[in-house]
C-alpha cells in the first residue's frame, strides 16, 4: 500500500511491467494503537487524513438505548416499566464501566475487551421477554442480572475476576434501583446468604415448551422441571441422530446449554465458547440448535481438505442460510483450521454476513434471481438491482445464520487469532467454560458408578475421592509448571476417563482375585475331601472284599448247573431232531402227492373252464333257434345225442327214414325236449362232473370223440349253440379221464397227510419239551450273565477303590506341605479381594491423570491418596503400588525382554499405556518406548507409518 500511495504503481512479478491504478481513492479504519496491536509507520499514515472517533459519553448512549427501551416498554407495559426501563440503561452503563475498568486484557485474559456491542446485548437481551410474561418491576431486575451475567460475567476465567463482577452487580442493583440483591435472588441462596455461586440457579430461556410457538422467553424457576425439559431434548435428539451423545445432565451442563440457547434466540447471535478439549462445547452446541430446532452445519476435516474445500463449504452453509432461509448453527472447532484463511473468512462473516468474491458470476447471478423469487412471496419492496437484491440475500443470512465457534484457550494461537481478527470477540458473546464444579462431578460420578457392585456408603465415599483425585491433581499440575515449566491441562475427559477406567478395571481385578482364590480354595478342599475318604475308602475295601468270595461261590455253583442242563437239552435236541427228519420225509411225500394231483387236474380244468365259459355265451334265444329247427343239419343232430346220451336221456325208436324197414334210435325228439327245458344251460353248468356213469364215458368216447366231426370249429360251421354244447361234452370227456387218474392219487393224498398230522403232533410235543429245556437253560445264563457281570463290577469297585486310597494317600504325602502355603494364599487373596476397591481406584487415578508427571509427583499424588482412602475408610492395601495391583509378572518380564528399561518407574509406565482406554503418547526424549512398542508388537505385523507417506490413509 506504501508503495502504491508514494509511486502510484506497482510492478508485476512475471515481467516487471508496470501496473498502474488511476481514480482510487484509498479508505482505511483500524482500532486504536497499543493491546498487543500491529505498529503502523508513520510513512503510512502520512498519506492519510487522519480521524480520530471518540468513544461516546454517557449522554450519547443513554439517550440511544433509552429510546430503545421507551419503545419497547410504552407497548402495553405497565408505567412503572418506563421508570424501571431508565434505570436500567444507567445501572448497564455502571457495570459496562465497571467491566471495562476492572477486567482490563492480560496476555492470559486476551478476550477481556468489552464495546458497544456488549451494552447492546443486554439491553437486547432484556427486550426478549414480552409483556404477557413480564408484570412485575422484580422481575425485570432478576433478567436484568441474568443478562449481564451472560454478557460480561460468563467470560471471567477465575473467581477473583468473578467474586469481583458480583460485587459490581450487587453494588450497581443497590445504587441504581435500590435494591438489595439479598432479597431480589433470595429464592436462590436458600437459608443462607446470598453468594456469587448462588446466581448459578438463575435462569431465562425459551426452551420450557417444547413445539410452542411463538418460544417465549421467561424465567426458569423450577430446576428439576428444566432438569427433566433438557432430558427429554436428550432423549429426543439421541433417538434422531446417527451419532447419540451419552450426557449426563447437571447443573453445570444445562448452564452452558441455556446460554447457547439465549444466544441462538438473538437476531445475528454469535457465540464464542473457549474451553480445554472435553469440557463439553460442542455436546452443549448441538443440543442447544436441536433445541431451538436449527439445522446444525458442520464441515469435515481430511487430509485433502484445502480452501477450495473450504470455500464450496462456506457457499453451501451461506445458500442454505439466505436462499433457502433455513435457520441455521454453524459449529466450528479450532482444531478444523487447516489454514489460518478460514478464521478471516469466518471473522468476515461475523462482520458482514458474506465472504468477498466468494460466488463466481454464473453463482451469483443465480442467488439474485432466486432473492428476487423470494422478495415477492415475502411482499418485500426492494429494487431489482442485483446490488438490492445481493444486499437482501446477506440480510437473510445475517438473520438466519448463527456461528458457535469452539476454541481452546492452550498455548499463543489463541490469543494471536483474537487479536487478528477481534470479530471473534465483538461480534460473539463469549462463554468460558470453567473447571468443573463440585456438583458437577459429583452428579457424573454418581451416575456412571450407580451400577457398580458396592454398598452406597462405600459408592459415596469412592465419589469424594474421584472429585478429589480431580482437583488434586488440578493443584499438582499448577506446582509442575511452576517447577519444571511443564503444563499438564486437567480436563473434564480426564475425570471421565477416571471413572470408567475405575469401572472396567475394577470388575477385571475382582474377576481375577476371585479366581485365583478359587483355585486355591478348590485345591484346599480336594486335600480335604482326599484326607477324609481315606478311612472311607479302606472301610468299603474291608466290606467288598468277603462280598465278591460269595459271589465268585455263587457263580461257579451256576456254571456246573448250567452245564449238567446243556447235556440234557443236547440230548433232547438230538430225539426232535431224528423226529423232525421223518416227519420233514412223510411232509415231502405227501406235498409230491399233492404236486401230481394238481399237475393232472391242470391239464382237464382249463378244457372244463372253456366249455363252461362257452355255455355263458349261449342265451336261451341260440337255444330257441336250435329247437325250432324242423329238419336239423346232421352236426347238429350230432352234437344233441351226445348231449342227450351225458344227461341219460333214452332215444325214440322210429323206421329207418332210409327205407330199409328197421327201426333206428332218434335223439331229435328228447332232444326238443330237454332244449324247451328253461333250466338246460343250468343244468349243464352244474352237471355232476365228479361221478359220471363209466358207460354214458364209454359210449361218448367210442361213437363221438372218434369222429372228427364232432370238432366244436367243425361243429361252429351248422350251429354257433351247438359249438358250446360241443365243448362242453369234450371238456367232460377230459375231466373225466383225468378224473380216473387223480382219485387214486388224491386217496393216496388224504393217508399220506393224516400220517404227517399225528408225526407232526408228536414233533410238536417234542419239540414244546425241547424249548422248555431251553427256556430253563436260558435263564440259567441269565443269571449267570448277572452274576459274572455282579462279580466284574465289584472286582473293579475294589481295584478303583485301591488305586483311589494309593492316590488319596500319595496326595496327602505329597502336598501335605502345601495345604498351609495354599490356606495363606487363598487368605491373602481374600483380603486382596476386599481392597481391590481402594487399590484400583487409586491405580485408576494414576492411569486417567498422573502419565505425565514425572516420578517425584507421581509418589507424592498417591502418598496423598493412599492416605485419604485409608481416612475415608476404603479398604485398600497397607502399601500401595501399581505394580502390585495392576501388573502381571510374566507380562511385565515379556516387556523387559522386549526393551523396556527395567526400573519402577518404566513399568509403571507400560502399566498404564497397557490399561489406559485412551491412545497412549508417549514422551520418549531417548527413544526407548519407540523400541519398546516395535519389538513387542513385531509378531503382530506392526506397520510404521508417517504423516508424510504417499499411502498414510490406508
Known amino acids: 500500500l506504501r508503495q502504491w500511495m508514494n509511486h502510484r504503481h506497482w510492478y508485476d512479478l512475471k515481467d516487471t511491467s508496470r501496473l498502474e491504478l488511476v481514480d482510487v481513492l484509498l479508505v482505511a479504519a483500524m482500532g486504536p494503537p497499543g493491546g498487543g496491536r500491529n505498529n503502523i509507520t508513520g510513512r503510512l499514515t502520512r498519506h492519510f487524513n487522519i480521524v480520530c472517533i471518540e468513544s461516546f459519553d454517557d449522554s450519547i448512549m443513554t439517550k440511544i438505548f433509552s429510546s430503545m427501551v421507551d419503545w419497547h416498554f410504552s407497548k402495553g407495559f405497565d408505567a412503572i416499566f418506563t421508570r424501571l426501563g431508565k434505570m436500567m440503561v444507567q445501572a448497564t452503563m455502571q457495570v459496562y464501566k465497571a467491566a471495562v475498568g476492572t477486567f482490563l486484557p492480560t496476555p492470559s485474559k486476551s478476550h477481556y475487551v468489552f464495546n458497544l456491542r456488549d451494552f447492546s446485548r443486554v439491553i437486547r437481551g432484556v427486550l426478549l421477554v414480552p409483556r404477557t410474561h413480564l408484570s412485575e418491576g422484580d422481575k425485570l431486575l432478576r433478567l436484568w442480572v441474568h443478562e449481564v451475567y451472560r454478557v460480561f460475567y460468563d467470560r471471567l476465567i477465575d473467581d477473583q475476576d468473578r467474586n469481583q463482577f458480583f460485587e459490581i452487580v450487587k453494588d450497581t442493583l443497590q445504587q441504581s434501583f435500590k435494591m438489595s440483591m439479598d432479597k431480589l435472588l433470595k429464592h436462590l441462596a436458600g437459608s443462607g446468604n446470598l453468594e456469587d455461586d448462588n446466581i448459578r440457579g438463575l435462569f431465562f430461556g425459551d426452551y420450557m415448551i417444547p413445539g410452542a410457538e411463538p418460544r417465549i422467553y421467561d424465567e426458569v424457576t423450577n430446576f428439576e422441571e428444566l432438569t427433566a425439559a433438557m432430558e427429554n431434548y436428550l432423549d429426543e435428539y439421541n ?18 446449554v441455556s446460554r447457547i440457547s439465549r444466544v441462538l434466540k438473538q437476531d445475528n447471535g454469535h457465540a464464542l465458547l473457549i474451553g480445554v478439549g472435553g469440557s463439553g462445547r460442542q455436546s452443549a452446541a448441538k443440543l442447544s440448535t436441536f433445541m431451538a430446532d436449527y439445522d446444525l452445519f458442520q464441515i469435515e476435516i481430511s487430509k485433502n481438505y484445502t480452501t477450495v474445500e473450504w470455500r464450496d463449504d462456506l457457499k453451501r452453509l451461506l445458500l442454505k442460510a439466505g436462499c433457502e432461509a433455513k435457520p441455521t448453527c454453524f459449529l466450528f472447532s479450532d482444531n478444523q483450521i487447516k489454514d489460518e484463511s478460514f478464521v478471516e473468512d469466518i471473522n468476515m462473516i461475523l462482520n458482514t454476513g458474506d465472504v468477498p468474491n466468494l460466488y463466481p458470476p454464473d453463482e451469483k447471478a443465480d442467488i439474485i434471481e432466486k432473492m428476487q423469487v423470494a422478495a415477492r412471496t415475502q411482499g418485500r419492496k426492494i429494487e431489482a438491482t442485483p446490488l438490492s437484491m445481493y444486499n437482501f440475500f446477506t440480510e437473510r443470512v445475517r438473520e438466519n445464520l448463527h456461528i458457535v465457534l469452539a476454541m481452546s484457550p492452550i498455548g499463543d494461537t489463541f490469543r494471536n487469532r483474537l487479536r487478528m481478527f477481534p470479530s471473534l470477540i465483538n461480534c460473539c458473546t463469549i462463554d468460558w467454560f470453567q473447571a468443573w464444579p463440585q456438583d458437577a462431578l459429583e452428579l457424573v460420578a454418581n451416575k456412571f458408578l450407580e451400577d457398580i457392585d458396592l454398598e452406597d456408603s462405600m459408592r459415596g465415599q469412592c465419589v469424594s475421592m474421584c472429585q478429589h483425585f480431580h482437583q488434586s491433581v488440578r493443584t499438582l499440575s499448577e506446582k509442575y509448571y511452576a517447577i519444571l515449566r511443564r503444563r499438564n491441562y486437567v480436563t473434564p475427559t480426564s475425570y471421565l476417563e477416571l471413572i470408567l477406567t475405575f469401572k472396567a478395571l475394577l470388575g477385571k481385578k475382582r474377576t481375577e482375585i476371585q479366581l485365583m482364590r478359587q483355585r486355591y480354595v478348590t485345591g484346599l478342599e480336594k486335600l480335604e475331601f482326599a484326607a477324609s475318604q481315606v478311612s472311607v475308602m479302606q472301610q468299603e475295601l474291608q466290606e467288598l472284599q ?35 427228519a421223518v416227519a420233514n420225509k412223510a411232509a415231502a411225500k405227501a406235498q409230491g402227492i399233492k404236486d401230481e394231483c394238481e399237475a393232472d387236474l391242470a391239464e382237464a380244468l382249463p378244457a372244463l ?130 378224473a380216473k387218474v387223480v382219485a387214486p392219487k388224491k386217496l393216496a393224498l388224504a393217508e399220506a397227510e393224516a400220517d404227517l398230522s399225528v408225526q407232526m403232533a408228536m414233533l410238536n410235543k417234542k ?75 487409586i491405580s485408576s487415578g494414576v492411569v486417567a491423570y498422573l502419565g505425565a508427571f514425572t516420578v517425584d509427583f507421581r509418589l507424592e499424588s498417591t502418598r496423598d491418596w493412599h492416605a485419604l482412602c485409608r481416612k475415608k475408610g476404603i479398604p485398600c492395601s497397607e502399601v500401595f503400588s501399581v505394580n502390585s495391583t495392576l501388573g502381571d509378572p510374566v507380562k511385565i518380564r515379556a516387556w523387559n525382554i522386549a526393551g523396556l528399561p527395567v526400573d519402577a518407574f518404566s513399568i509403571d509406565n507400560g502399566i498404564v499405556v497397557s490399561n489406559s482406554r485412551r491412545w497412549p503418547l508417549m514422551i520418549d526424549p531417548q527413544g526407548q518406548a519407540n523400541k519398546w512398542v516395535k519389538n513387542m508388537e513385531r509378531p503382530n505385523n506392526l506397520h510404521v507409518i508417517k504423516l508424510s507417506d504417499k499411502d498414510y490413509a490406508r
Open 239 to 256: 433417538q434422531m441422530s446417527k451419532a447419540p451423545m451419552k450426557l449426563v445432565m447437571f447443573k453445570f451442563a444445562i448452564e452452558h
Open 546 to 580: 468277603p462280598e465278591l468270595v460269595k459271589t465268585s461261590h455263587e457263580t461257579e455253583q451256576l456254571m456246573v448247573k448250567i452245564e449238567k442242563d446243556t447235556v440234557e437239552a443236547e440230548a433232547k435236541k438230538e430225539v426232535v431232531a431224528a423226529d423232525e
Open 609 to 738: 373252464a372253456a366249455a363252461i365259459q362257452a355255455l355263458n355265451t349261449l342265451t336261451p334265444k341260440d337255444i330257441t333257434l336250435v329247437k325250432s329247427m324242423k329238419n336239423p343239419p346232421a352236426l347238429v343232430k350230432l352234437v344233441m345225442e351226445a348231449v342227450c346220451i351225458m344227461k341219460g336221456i333214452k332215444p325214440e325208436r322210429k323206421p329207418d327214414p332210409s327205407g330199409s324197414g328197421k327201426m333206428v334210435e332218434d335223439f331229435w325228439g328228447p332232444s326238443q325236449k330237454i332244449l324247451g327245458d328253461f333250466k338246460f344251460l343250468d343244468s349243464l353248468k352244474n352237471y355232476d362232473k365228479d361221478n359220471i356213469n363209466p358207460a354214458i364215458m364209454k359210449k361218448i368216447r367210442e361213437k363221438y370223440c372218434t369222429d372228427v366231426n364232432f370238432d366244436p370249429d367243425v361243429i361252429k360251421s351248422a350251429s354257433t349253440a351247438c359249438e358250446g354244447l360241443c365243448r362242453w361234452v369234450r371238456a367232460m370227456e377230459v375231466y373225466d379221464r383225468v
Open 767 to 841: 419239540r414244546a419239551e425241547l424249548q422248555a429245556v431251553l427256556d430253563k437253560l436260558q435263564k440259567l445264563n441269565d443269571e449267570f450273565s448277572v452274576m459274572t457281570a455282579k462279580k466284574a463290577n465289584l472286582e473293579t469297585n475294589i481295584d478303583i477303590c485301591s488305586k483311589k486310597l494309593e492316590r488319596a494317600e500319595k496326595l496327602i504325602g505329597g502336598l501335605g506341605g502345601e495345604k498351609e502355603r495354599w490356606g495363606h494364599a487363598a487368605k491373602e487373596l481374600g483380603e486382596k479381594y476386599i481392597n481391590v476397591v481402594g487399590d484400583v481406584l
